[in-house]
């Protein structure tokens, strides 16, 4: 530990290397910060100094996760940027002012002696507070740059920009800052990482706050920089004295950045401008990104729909996602344009014409409406600030008094007033009560065993008889493995009405008094959670008889949720390990074995018959868990699709293509990945489904264009689908003759019908 130097054994083409590993060496790569000509150094470490600094960040934030202050927010599980923001959006008034305060690098200048500090004040002892010493000790980097290298330097300072554990041991020298600011009421303070914001409706209050914030960061060996630190406010500057951090004054500002989203927001649009400035700002970031997707989708050589789907929502919604606590503040006719932006990009992903309906192509590629999507990610945002309410405690309490019909509203801005009154109307539209959180962190880190999981070797491709013979051998082989083991199967269900259930079945072992029978579970609980509670039902059945066993699930998500970081239901998963560390009390050997579902395994199908029956089951008050965030967000998401229904349902009557499409939504459809004609073979498919009209032809325009002319043919006024399926003489011979244009499009969906098409007639692809 004290060397902080390890070797490691390699064979590379037969022959074993020694490789050195420095503990407290890094290679810096200066990677450009946007908008300005300075770069931000990035340590890049080994991989196996990765896994060490993996190690201690489990065991520190188990030890420190109930002991720092509530005021810190990044790096940290479940606070994000958001809770910064709506904090900040709900606490603006007309006497506001707001303290935007910068460290001059605070990464690079941390001090690593008042980190080690706090953490002996913390109780950190032993070897895991001398392994943090070793790690922020005698540190050396070189950087590369240009494809040189410099001589390496020792660095006294500063924990490594891009290290594992860097930004929690940040947040350590965060907390004992604030740790020393006095309390004074009326005022906070939020920290993400360096970027930090105090809030404040007296000059005098914020005046002594950032005294001793300057007394706080000096002692901590931070350094402010006040030409980049702001204090915004509404009121007029000179009816407001001058605020000084130290011996400097910090300028005042009527809007600012923070963490990307702008600070001031008016609801209404300013006069004479057709489009709000923030979603202006906003569509020109969105532009910007979306050149590379037009790139990407060209009919030639393009990527395939499912691709470019995720590509735009990975790449492009993203931005829009982060801003939702801004732009759920703004009216539906002021988010408009991103919504007609969302539409061309449906068009651009989908090759489709101008006049393809606008609610197919939402459900042909499973979107929300974008302004609806903003309103259900501040909706969720809610819940989960409901749910836990420490993480926005003002927020949470000013929607719990603001819920109540009779309340007097809060006196904020017009955007945050505009906020929380959209947030509690989705909320009380939607009857959602939220239960508070009940903390459970599970085990110790160092005492959750290896979950003991193993795999059926098979593919979908491959036949149902030899799925079911992989099954049974890999099962008689893992149960030969475990001495004197019973067999348990296990299975979830949820039903298209939200019924749940989950069962437990055993060929192996006695029934329970009452024989064999599911449990019925919280309504609208996800199918992961589901296989989760069966999980537990069977270990649970285990440990009271003492008995070692093999658990069978048909689940992958629910075996491969035991052993993740970041698992959908952690509350059960907690449960489930802790049943596992007491088996190992017991020596017990429990072992987990995933089959493919309904390929003729007798026990397997017996127990996924007892859950779907369980659903049907009355739910005893007793077992009436809470409801779990993915229940909700569920909810949330599906009452924002109730748009896509309605403006469906009001177009069918008079809309062809509506009609069309009907006829396929119920045959789901997979756009192929591979292959040379890919992206064409998806455009024709996608245009099949959608039911293409040409403009002219929706239109019914006198005069017709030239190149309406079918392209194979030749025939006048002849480029739409009906002519192509049903009329045209060349491509008589390669479609059936059927009875409708449906029909027709169902023949061609077929992939290597349209592909032998698509190979002799490439000019149907214009279809």
Same mark, same amino acid.
């Given at each position: ?10 064979v ?11 503990w407290?060496?890094?290679?810096i ?38 002991? !720092? ?5 990044g790096?940290?599980? +479940? ?14 008034s007309?006497?506001?002012?707001? /303290? ?30 001398r ?10 980097s ?6 040189a ?8 300072? %500063?924990t ?39 809030h $404040? ?18 002692s ?8 980049? $630190? ?15 951090v130290?011996?400097?004054? @910090? ?7 923070y ?6 927001v ?6 004479? &401008? ?9 569509l ?44 759920s ?12 932006? &969302?539409n061309?990009?449906?068009?651009? *992903? ?7 309906? @606008? ?10 409406p ?5 309103y ?25 008094v $603001?819920l ?18 959209n ?5 009380r ?6 239960? &508070?959180?009940?903390?459970d ?22 036949l149902p008889? &030899? +799925? ?7 099962i ?6 475990i001495p ?12 298209v ?10 060929p ?38 003492? $008995?070692n066993?093999?658990? *069978? ?17 952690r509350?059960?998963?907690?449960? @489930? ?12 050997? @429990? ?11 007798t ?19 007793a077992?009436?868990?809470?409801? #779990? ?29 509506? +009609? ?11 756009y192929?990945?591979?292959?040379l ?8 498919? /996608? ?8 403009v002219? +032809? ?8 030239q190149? #309406? ?11 739409? !689908?009906?002519?192509y ?8 011979? !390669? ?30 692809g %214009?279809?």
């Amino acid at each position: 530990m004290d060397n902080r130097s390890y070797v490691v054994e390699q064979v590379v083409d037969g022959v074993k290397l020694n490789t050195f590993i420095s503990w407290t060496k890094s290679l810096i790569v200066p990677v450009p910060k946007p908008g300005t000509d300075k770069f931000r150094p990035i340590s890049l470490t080994s991989c196996f100094c990765k896994v060490l600094e993996r190690i201690l960040l489990n065991r520190l934030m188990y030890r420190l996760q109930d002991k !720092l202050s509530s005021r810190l927010y990044g790096f940290l599980p +479940q606070r994000s940027t958001h809770h910064c923001l709506l904090e900040l959006y709900t606490r603006l008034s007309s006497t506001s002012l707001v /303290a935007f305060i910068d460290l001059k690098s605070a990464f690079d200048i941390a001090n690593p002696d008042v980190i080690l500090d706090q953490l002996v004040d913390f109780g950190v002892s032993g070897n895991l507070l001398r392994w943090i010493r070793g790690y922020l000790s005698n540190r050396s980097s070189y950087v590369l740059f240009k494809g040189a290298c410099s001589t390496p330097k020792c660095f006294g300072l %500063g924990t490594p920009q891009g290290g594992v554990l860097s930004p929690f041991l940040f947040n350590i020298l965060m907390h004992r800052l604030i740790s020393q600011l006095p309390d004074i009421p009326g005022t906070t303070i939020t920290c993400y990482a360096d970027d930090i914001c105090i809030h $404040s409706n007296s000059p005098e209050d914020l005046q002594c706050l950032l005294h001793s914030f300057y007394e706080s960061t000096s002692s901590c060996g931070l350094i402010i920089s006040p030409e980049k $630190s702001r204090i915004f406010s509404l009121q007029n500057p000179r009816t407001l004295p001058e605020f000084l951090v130290g011996p400097s004054i @910090i300028p005042f500002c009527t809007q600012y950045l923070y963490l990307g989203a702008p600070v001031r927001v008016l609801p209404t649009m300013p006069a004479r &401008q057709r489009v709000h400035p923030i979603v202006q700002e906003l569509l020109t970031r969105l532009q910007r990104r979306l050149e590379p997707l037009r790139w990407l989708t060209n009919n030639a050589a393009g990527v395939s729909i499912p691709v470019a789907r995720n590509i735009y929502t990975a790449f492009i919604r993203s931005v829009v996602d982060y801003l939702s606590p801004t732009l759920s503040q703004l009216s539906k006719t002021a988010l408009e344009p991103l919504e007609k932006f &969302q539409n061309k990009v449906m068009r651009c *992903i989908l090759g489709c014409p101008m006049s393809t309906r @606008i609610a197919n192509m939402q459900q042909e590629l499973h979107l929300l409406p974008l302004v609806e999507r903003i309103y259900a990610n501040v909706t969720f945002f809610t819940v989960k600030c409901l749910h836990s309410s420490s993480l926005a405690p003002h927020y949470a309490d000013l929607i719990n008094v $603001s819920l109540d019909p009779n309340a007097r509203p809060p006196q904020l801005r017009p955007g945050g007033c505009a906020l929380i009154r959209n947030v509690c109307r989705d909320l009380r539209r939607l009857d959602i009560n939220v239960p &508070q959180e009940e903390v459970d962190h599970g085990p110790p880190p160092w005492q959750i065993p290896p979950v003991e999981v193993s795999y059926t070797p098979t593919c979908r491709r491959d036949l149902p008889c &030899q +799925q079911k013979q992989l099954a049974l051998e890999a099962i008689n082989k893992v149960r030969s493995s475990i001495p004197a083991s019973h067999t348990l199967y296990v299975d979830g269900s949820l039903q298209v009405d939200g019924a749940a259930g989950c069962a437990v079945f055993s060929p192996t072992m006695e029934p329970p008094y009452g024989g064999w029978t599911g449990r019925r579970l919280q309504d609208w609980s996800s199918s992961t959670s589901c296989e989760l509670h069966g999980l537990l039902d069977a270990v649970s059945l285990l440990l009271r008889t003492r $008995s070692n066993g093999l658990v *069978i699930c048909d689940s992958q998500s629910a075996l491969r949720a035991l052993s993740s970081p970041k698992p959908e239901a952690r509350s059960l998963v907690n449960r @489930i390990v802790r049943h596992l560390v007491t088996a190992i009390g017991h020596a017990l050997v @429990i072992h987990f074995l995933w089959i493919p579902s309904h390929v003729g395994v007798t026990a397997n199908d017996d127990v996924d018959r007892l859950a779907k029956a369980a659903c049907r089951l009355a739910l005893p008050a007793a077992d009436a868990s809470p409801a #779990t965030l993915s229940h909700y967000k569920r909810r949330i998401r599906a009452s924002a699709r109730l748009s896509i229904t309605r403006r469906r349902s009001a177009e069918r009557p008079a809309s062809v293509s509506i +009609q069309h499409y009907d006829y396929f939504a119920s045959h789901p459809y997979k756009y192929r990945r591979r292959g040379l004609l890919v992206r064409r073979h998806n455009v024709v498919a /996608a245009r099949l489904r959608l039911g293409y009209r040409p403009v002219w +032809q929706v239109g019914e325009t006198e005069d017709v264009p030239q190149y #309406t002319s079918c392209k194979l043919c030749d025939a006048h006024n002849a480029n739409h !689908l009906q002519h192509y399926c049903l009329e045209c003489p060349e491509v008589a011979d !390669l479609i059936s003759k059927r009875d409708s244009v449906s029909d027709v499009c169902k023949y061609l969906l077929a992939e290597d019908n349209l592909d032998v098409i698509l190979l002799q007639y490439p000019y149907f692809g %214009g279809c």
